[in-house]
C-alpha cells in the first residue's frame, strides 16, 4: 500500500503542526480546511455561503492534486461556527457535491482560533490509484507506465 503527502498549490497551506493532504493506498484524506486564500493566507467571505464556497474550492484542489475529486469524497465533517448556518451551509453543500452525497457529520465548533472563519471542512476519499498511471508524491503524473509493486528483498534471488 502507497503512503505519501500530498502538496497543493492551490490548496490552503497547513496552518500548524500537520500535512495538506495523505494518500494510504485508494483513500485520500484532507485534513480541517478553511475558506483561506492559498494566496495571502487570509479568510474569503464574510458569509456562510462564500466561505462555503471556498473551503470546498481548497478541498477539491487538495484532491485534485492527487488525481480525485469531490465526486470521490466519501465522507464529510464540517465543523461550523454557529449551528443556526446550517441550512445556508446545507444549500452550498448540495450545489457543490453530488447524488449519492457522501455520508457526513456536521458539528457546532470554536473557530476562535482563526477569526472570522464560520466553516472548517475535513473529509475522505476514495480513490483507486489506476493501473494505467503513476502518480508522484506531490500529485503530477510520473509515467504512463502499468505500475508494479516493487520486489521485497527477502525474494530476491542472490
Given at each position: 500500500m502507497d503512503k505519501y503527502v500530498i502538496h497543493a498549490k492551490c490548496g490552503e497551506p497547513p496552518q500548524g503542526a500537520y500535512s495538506q493532504g495523505w494518500r494510504a493506498g485508494d483513500f485520500i484524506f484532507v485534513p480541517g480546511t478553511g475558506p483561506v486564500d492559498p494566496a495571502t493566507?487570509?479568510?474569503?467571505?464574510?458569509?456562510?455561503?462564500?466561505?462555503?464556497?471556498?473551503?470546498?474550492?481548497?478541498?477539491?484542489?487538495?484532491?485534485?492534486?492527487?488525481?480525485?475529486?469531490?465526486?470521490?469524497?466519501?465522507?464529510?465533517?464540517?465543523?461550523?461556527?454557529?449551528?443556526?448556518?446550517?441550512?445556508?451551509?446545507?444549500e452550498v453543500y448540495a450545489r457543490r457535491f453530488s447524488r449519492p452525497y457522501p455520508v457526513r457529520t456536521t458539528v457546532g465548533s470554536d473557530l476562535g482560533a482563526s477569526p472570522g472563519m464560520m466553516i472548517e471542512i475535513d473529509c475522505i476519499a476514495y480513490k483507486p490509484e489506476s493501473a494505467g498511471k503513476i502518480l508522484s508524491r506531490h500529485g503530477r503524473k510520473r509515467s504512463s507506465e502499468k505500475a508494479s509493486k516493487p520486489t521485497p528483498k527477502s525474494l530476491l534471488k542472490k
Amino acid at each position: 500500500m502507497d503512503k505519501y503527502v500530498i502538496h497543493a498549490k492551490c490548496g490552503e497551506p497547513p496552518q500548524g503542526a500537520y500535512s495538506q493532504g495523505w494518500r494510504a493506498g485508494d483513500f485520500i484524506f484532507v485534513p480541517g480546511t478553511g475558506p483561506v486564500d492559498p494566496a495571502t493566507g487570509k479568510i474569503v467571505g464574510d458569509t456562510i455561503e462564500r466561505q462555503t464556497d471556498k473551503a470546498i474550492d481548497n478541498v477539491a484542489a487538495i484532491l485534485e492534486a492527487d488525481g480525485a475529486s469531490l465526486s470521490d469524497v466519501v465522507k464529510v465533517t464540517a465543523h461550523l461556527s454557529d449551528p443556526d448556518l446550517f441550512s445556508r451551509y446545507d444549500e452550498v453543500y448540495a450545489r457543490r457535491f453530488s447524488r449519492p452525497y457522501p455520508v457526513r457529520t456536521t458539528v457546532g465548533s470554536d473557530l476562535g482560533a482563526s477569526p472570522g472563519m464560520m466553516i472548517e471542512i475535513d473529509c475522505i476519499a476514495y480513490k483507486p490509484e489506476s493501473a494505467g498511471k503513476i502518480l508522484s508524491r506531490h500529485g503530477r503524473k510520473r509515467s504512463s507506465e502499468k505500475a508494479s509493486k516493487p520486489t521485497p528483498k527477502s525474494l530476491l534471488k542472490k
